[in-house]
């Protein structure tokens, strides 16, 4: 684990460009030991949570999403795409800071 | 002989000793007063023994009508599961018949030799069906006629089912057209079944109501393709050793495959009658329903007689059960039962009939309020007297049968306006109403559950109605009361109740059905899921839930006028294979027809061999599936097969399987692997509502299993060819209805069409065709997609020529990824490259 994170100050992880990821879907990337589901909403906005859900595993990124939720696709437990936290009774994903560089990068906060 | 004696277990010397409770019949009755008696801490004072003559557990026998027409399965209509016995302590015998009681000794004598003492004796046996005498019914051996049912018990019912099943049994007769027949006509013609009511009376459920409602309900239950016979009295039953038909007083025979006897009740009393009991109609109960100038023996259920009153339903019993729990437990020395009234409801889906009391004047001062409208079915009576509502019979519109129903049950006062009783007015609206109702008033009388539990469950966190039906099963019998469930359960949450996602709805994120939902988005032009999310969610909020059923009706509607967004296909639809269990994907390359070739198998060992597949396996539908594939191999698998898609994943049209068929089978009379591999090219990756499997089979043997196929073809003798649809072998079962029966193979794959696309336009998201087919009626498909009746079977073959000109093998994706990262992996992330902290 990286150092900076240990104690508990953010570490900005530089993902590409946006437009690996398509609208309205998610991908998954590893992200300093971790494995992290970056969405971009329909609108453009960015989300991340953490890419393996609770309940059996099931890959998050592969999930549908709306403006809110992420559908789990194994067995659609729902989770919401801001806080992680379930609309469907499961144990939360952790979420991330996820922002946009000036050249259309993805930037992802770990470590808070 | 030998006998075993009971011995009640557990007594305990520091423990005052519990008496012993032996209640003989574990129906509806017996097992609701032992609930009762528990409820009232009957635990600490009983040691408590039953005895049914069923080997199960109770079950509500209601809802044997939904299992006989398939809504609902025997395994889910159980109120007392063998655990809830063992877990209270309670001996069940269960398929062990009590004989006689020696109310001297107090010992109960049963089956098998075993003698049983009490000190409180509960009598709950309920009724049979009886059998009204006619010729033939019996075999010379004594057993009832093979082919001949009553409809009272699971084992009846699963026996019908069966029956009604086999490939050669087409036509059945109901005696009796009361509710219980009626509901056995309806179950029977769900199975495909062309069914005959035969009622000696004048006319439908004539102790329900009267001539001129008889009239209107006799053309609604005609419209479901039930044949109505009135004023007839079966003389015999036709047949040597299997029905073959019956015969009728002054009218001709009618021939069939099965009779179903629902010709009335009789209560079970021989037990009674053998051991001195007092009989009459039935067992003479007083207000505590002990009986009769017994200290120690009660009874309960239809096998009582009440104040001269016998009852064939379950209301009564509910309120029974409580008076005569109080008095055996000495909770309420003081209560007293006083007789009920009754209302009833048929639960026929799509004829909705209720009635209560009388059903016309019998007075000369009694007021008699009608409004009949026959051509939709419609016609409601009211009976008042002295202000109050004494009777009432409504069919066709079930909306005011709740108000109706407290009115006539509390004797409310009543609007002066009467046709306000009738119509949409004048009735208190919901939230009065609801909040007047005693805690203990009953909501819904199939279930027993009163308003108190139902506020229990809201109280309890179920707050929508969807939530509090499904925890106390309140509305799941007849469905006549769901209304007031509704209320009851808005007013306890106090306006917070949840909606539903509205049960009509397409999708849950639209609030429009099918079909306002498919104008709205030819009126404005929609031509993408982000589109009608825009136009038409409300608040214009896309809806994950309502993503893939969109895409579907938009590609079926606009073929290649639609956009394709990615986004709003499900996983399994946008890489082209089926996700499992570990973030892998199945591939499964179509094998039109499930022939294969030397070639084919050839390439798909190579593949397996060099992708190190770790599961290969012949599918249940006839090709092979290559298990375990990495999402990221995907493109490199197909590219090495190249084969098309399989369609092993999608809502869609899957496969066809097929027999060998008359080249190599020395019975097959058709070529049923060629014209499976036809109708497989032709229809290939249709998208639909739900999953489409097909199969033809060469002669009526049906080794592809053709009957229980979504469309099942069937070649039969003299070069013809049934069609049947609506089949189904998974999580349901039932036999397809036939469509028709046609002489060209051609003319198949046209009906074939037809059918899928009017089930496309027509059929509910998710909506499988063993739902859809029963839903709509075969009599009203055969019409649309077999005889042209609305004129749009042109238009129908039109728009599914569009859709078969638009196909393109989604595997052929593999060169050129729609998406960026299309196949990239999910998970595990291993194969990623690390990203630089920065
Ligand atoms: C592969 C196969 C089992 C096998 O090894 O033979 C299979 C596998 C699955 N079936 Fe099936 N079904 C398979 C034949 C059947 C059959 C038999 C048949 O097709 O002749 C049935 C009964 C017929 C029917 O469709 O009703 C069948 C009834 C179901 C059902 C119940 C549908 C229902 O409403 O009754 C489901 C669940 C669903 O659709 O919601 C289901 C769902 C599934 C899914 C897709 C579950 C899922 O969503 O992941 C399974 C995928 C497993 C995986 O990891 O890939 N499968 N499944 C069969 C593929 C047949 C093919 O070649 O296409
Ligand atoms: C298909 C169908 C649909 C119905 N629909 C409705 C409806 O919509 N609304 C409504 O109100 N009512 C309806 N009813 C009627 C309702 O089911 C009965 O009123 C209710 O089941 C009566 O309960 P019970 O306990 O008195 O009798 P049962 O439920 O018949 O229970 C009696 C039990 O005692 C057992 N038994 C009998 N003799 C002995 C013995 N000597 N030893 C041991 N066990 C014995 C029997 O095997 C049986 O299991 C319907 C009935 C049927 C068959
Ligand atoms: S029956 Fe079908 S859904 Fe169930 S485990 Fe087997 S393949 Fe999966
Ligand atoms: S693994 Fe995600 S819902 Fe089950």
Sequence with gaps: MNSAEAHGSPAFHLLGPVDQIPLGEGRAFAVDGEQVAVFRLRDGALRALAAVCPHRGGPIADGTIDRQVVICP??????????????????????????????????????? | MTSVVDRPQGRHATTPPRRRLVVIGNGM???????????????????ITMFGDEPYGNYNRIMLSHVLSGEESHADIFLNSLSWYRENNITLHAGVRAERIDKFTRHVFSSYGRVTPYDVLIIATGSRSHMPPMDGLHTPGGSVKQGVFGFRTIDDTQRMVAHAQQEHHRRAVVIGGGLLGLEAAYGLRSHGLDVEVVHSGGHLMNSQMGPDGGAVLRRSVEALGIGVHTGSRTTAVLGTDRVTGISLRDQPEISCDMVVVAAGIRPNVDLAVLSGLPVERAIVVDDRLRVQDEEDIYAVGECVQHRGEVYGLVAPLWEQAVVLANHVTGADTSAAYLGSRTATKLKVAGVEVASMGLHGPERDSDEHIVFSEPSRGVFKS?????????????????RKVAFLTQAYDRGLPLPEERHNLLFDLGAPDGDVGVAELDDDAQVCNCNGVNKKALVGAVKGGCTTVAGAMDATRAGKGCGSCKLLVQQVVEWAAGGAVEEDPAAGYYVPGIPLDKPALMDEIRKRGLRSVSQVFQALAPGSLEDAKSKMGLASLLKMMLADHYIDERD????????????????????????KGGVTSVQQLRRIADVAEKHKVPLIKLTGGQRIDLLGIPKEDLPQVWADLDMPSGYAYGKSFRTVKTCVGKDFCRYGTGDSTKLGIEIESRFQGIESPAKLKLAVSGCPRNCAESLVKDVGVVAVEGGRWEIYVGGAAGAHIRKGDLLATVDDPEQVKVLTGRFMQYYREQANWLERTYAYVPRVGIEHLRAVVVEDSEGIAARLDTAMQASVDNYVDPWSERNDPLTPGQFRTSLPLTVLPQVPVQ
């Design chain 2, 29 to 47: 009755a017996g097992a609701r007063a032992v609930e009762e008696i528990l409820a009232r801490g009957g635990a600490g004072q009983f040691t």
């Design chain 1, 74 to 112: 194994l067995h659609q437990h729902a989770f919401d795409l801001a806080t992680g936290c379930s609309t469907t009774g499961q144990e939360p994903l952790r979420s991330y800071n996820v922002t946009l560089d000036g050249d259309r990068n993805v930037v992802l906060q770990t470590g808070v």
């Design chain 2, 568 to 591: 709003a296909r499900f996983i399994n639809d946008r890489v082209h294979a089926n996700i499992q269990r570990d973030g892998t994907f199945s591939v499964v390359p179509q094998m």
């Design chain 2, 382 to 398: 009211i009976v008042v007297r002295d202000n109050k509502m004494v009777g009432a019979t409504l069919l066709g519109d079930s």
